[in-house]
């Protein structure tokens, strides 16, 4: 089945550093959606991407949809101690438009 | 802005007790979720609902899981005997329509013990 695959797993910068993750699959999505999650909390939508090739952003986040459809990135630009959390993609299943398929996640940690 | 409101926070309950769990879906959205996430790893797809029935179900959503949208503004779920594994984090969602406006609650701990 359709799976989504995130790297890194895990990164611990310095604050004021940039970061960059992405996640990749095996299978076309046509809509890529990007959360973050703060513990105990639930997933908060960054950016969604709707069309191919879309580079869009959201303050010092930015997101593109990968031309081939099977890939989307997450730039964080000069991160603070806020941007700690969890980040994942998500996508809905092609022969679906209604659920969601999660990443596994990238965990964020800064250090001030 | 507009949020998935879910009560309770948090909920302990014995095992093979019925436990109902409460969402408000953001007003003007037509598709509502639930999602489950065991601790330490993702989210899952359990249920949707479009039109006051289940489009899809997981295999997850068995015949223990249920759930309802018994007025305008709430959608419930229940978990009809509880087990030690449906330990999580449950999430609702709403959607304008398909991945539109995917929205997230900010979750029900549910803890079986």
Redesign the interface.
Known sequence: GQQLNQSPQSMFIQEGEDVSMNCTSSSIFN?W?W?KQDP??????LI?LYKAGELTSNGRLTAQFGITRKDSFLNISASIPSDVGIY?C???RMD??????????TRLLVRP | EPEVTQTPSHQVTQMGQEVILRCVPISNHLYFYWYRQILGQKVEFLVSFYNNEISEKSEIFDDQFSVERPDGSNFTLKIRSTKLEDSAMYFCASSEFGAYGYTFGSGTRLTVV
């Not at chain 1, 679906?96 to 996640?105: N, V």
Request: no cysteine.
């Open positions: 809509t959606l959360y105990g909390e639930g997933p908060v939508l969604a994942f998500a996508g809905p679906s438009s209604y659920k969601l398929i999660f990443g596994s996640g």
